[in-house]
């Protein structure tokens, strides 16, 4: 961790690529009002390793995003992804902004102030993402198609009563992992406990009690 000054917005860079970081970096130190990178890395060693919480995660997804969450370091995260599909993914995994990964510098900065104040920000290329249906049913009531079949998987083994830590074993995939797809699930299903969602689940036969 850098030490920042108080006045100087706080961000987080998360990439796999090493290359990439250094360029985001270079192009954020241009802006008239520089940012301060208080943390850059990857998602595993910036999850394991968070501090005091950024004001942005500038998160840059790659060449190719497959599925998972948003990096979690306590602050909003905007993507910068490279075509409408990653995109789709990003949105799904938790982020408040979507920017392609080509962005100019000065709306890059933008943007940034922008989910750090708790916008929502998608470039204009991105508008499909922005405003197709997002796993939601037309009367805005979850059903049986609300659920991708990892969700539906993740909804089964709520149903059994297995812990996070036990979802992400049986599923082979991080913690953090399986608690984002619970808390998909819950959203989806429109409650806030595990013990509702698998009751409402039940009511609306997704699992058997």
Same mark, same amino acid.
């Given at each position: ?20 970081? @250094? ?6 130190? %241009? ?10 890395? &990857? ?16 998160? %840059?997804?790659? /060449?190719?995003?497959?599925? @998972? ?8 995260? /905007? ?20 920017? !392609? ?20 920000? !998608? ?22 198609? &609300? /659920? ?40 989806? /299903?429109?409650?806030? +406990?595990? &013990?509702?969602?698998?009751? +409402?689940?039940? +009511? ?6």
């Amino acid at each position: 961790m850098l030490d920042a000054p108080s006045s100087s917005p706080r961000l987080a860079l998360v990439s796999e690529d090493p290359l990439a970081r @250094g360029a985001l970096a270079r192009v954020l130190s %241009d802006q008239a009002e520089a940012w301060t990178v208080v943390a850059a890395g &990857t998602q595993v060693e910036l999850e394991a390793t968070r501090g005091e919480p950024p004001d942005v995660v500038l998160w %840059d997804t790659g /060449l190719r995003l497959e599925e @998972g969450a948003a990096p979690d370091l306590g602050a909003p995260v /905007l993507a910068l992804v490279a075509d409408e599909a990653a995109g789709e993914l990003a949105l799904g995994a938790g982020a408040r902004g979507l920017l !392609f990964r080509d962005v100019a510098p000065g709306m890059l900065g933008a943007a940034l102030h922008a989910v750090a104040r708790g916008l929502t920000v !998608f470039e204009p290329g991105l508008s499909q993402v922005r405003t197709a249906p997002r796993n939601t049913a037309p009367s805005g009531a979850p059903g049986p198609d &609300t /659920l991708t079949p990892r969700e539906r998987e993740v909804l089964g083994l709520l149903a059994e009563g297995l812990s996070n830590k036990a979802i992400a074993d049986r599923l082979d995939i991080s913690e953090h992992t399986a608690k984002f797809h619970v808390n998909a699930v819950l959203a989806k /299903l429109g409650v806030q +406990r595990r &013990t509702e969602a698998v009751v +409402r689940a039940a +009511r609306m036969g997704l699992v058997t009690l």
